[in-house]
């Protein structure tokens, strides 16, 4: 099991086609794992560290199916108190994650085919393009006078007189240096607002039962302000998106209350 830890959270993001199916129960596994009964001694904490970074990129990875887990769970009375504070601290790490959801592209290249295809009543493969700057002449073939043989066909035609205009404030990198700053462009996107009522819908609607194992508003008091936190860190990752006016009244209900 502590192997499994081990490399638990680099094959969760490598994001293999069956993780979302065996998610859900994955996550369930990771919080039920006893990593006092199976570390060394002296190394439980840094077994818990993997176990949440573990849950992090699952929840990352499949919000829907990991949320759909984790959230029942919190109010289960199978789980203790350290397991509900894991499972917030979970939520709220993955909610951070997926609004600052990284990506990176490429620039596209133009799309040129080597061999183009000419129709009837087009012009000849060998004749150049048309394409020039504004006020370019046509092209008209040159006759070789110098031998009765020409194995090439020659054209030419006359360009417009470029007039220089100098603008001053404004500078440009030219070469492969540049090129190469734009080859790999990364950008950031929040993807939280979509998930959002996942995350916190669920844990809205149990917060003030008293079931067995779970006292929330009492003995508990320490997940409710672990859950607080999260409520907090949600309505932050959504902040300026429509969903955080639709989500903010059953917050405010529970702050008042």
Not at 104 to 129: E, M
Not at 139 to 145: G, L, M, R, V, Y
Not at 177 to 205: C, D, G, V
Not at 216 to 235: E, Y
């Amino acid at each position: 099991v502590e192997r499994a830890l081990y490399v638990a959270e680099n094959l969760i993001r490598a994001a293999p086609d069956e993780l979302q199916y065996v998610a859900g129960d994955l996550a369930k596994a990771l919080v039920h794992v006893r990593c006092s009964d199976i570390a060394v001694e002296g190394e439980e904490e840094s077994d818990e560290q993997k176990r949440q970074k573990a849950l992090v990129a699952l929840v990352f990875s499949c919000p829907f199916e990991s949320l759909d887990v984790l959230t029942k769970l919190l109010y289960s009375p199978n789980v203790d108190i350290s397991q509900r504070i894991l499972i917030l601290d979970v939520l709220t790490d993955g909610a951070l994650e997926l609004s600052h959801a990284k990506s990176t592209i490429g620039v596209k290249c133009q799309d040129q085919s080597l061999v183009s295809v000419v129709g009837l009543g087009s012009r000849p493969w060998y004749a150049p393009s048309s394409k020039g700057p504004a006020g370019a002449g046509p092209w008209k073939e040159i006759s070789e006078t110098d031998t009765l043989l020409s194995w090439s066909h020659r054209y030419e035609r006359k360009l417009p007189t470029k007039s220089v205009h100098l603008k001053m404030g404004k500078s440009r990198r030219w070469g492969s240096q540049s090129l190469k700053i734009h080859e790999n462009l990364e950008w950031t996107k929040n993807r939280f607002p979509m998930y959002a009522a996942a995350f916190m819908l669920p844990i809205l609607q149990g917060y003030d039962k008293k079931i067995h194992g779970v006292d929330l508003l009492g003995r508990d008091f320490i997940v409710l302000g672990k859950l607080i936190h999260l409520l907090g860190v949600c309505m932050k990752c959504m902040a300026l998106h429509p969903e955080a006016s639709a989500l903010a009244s059953p917050v405010l209900d529970l702050i008042s209350s």
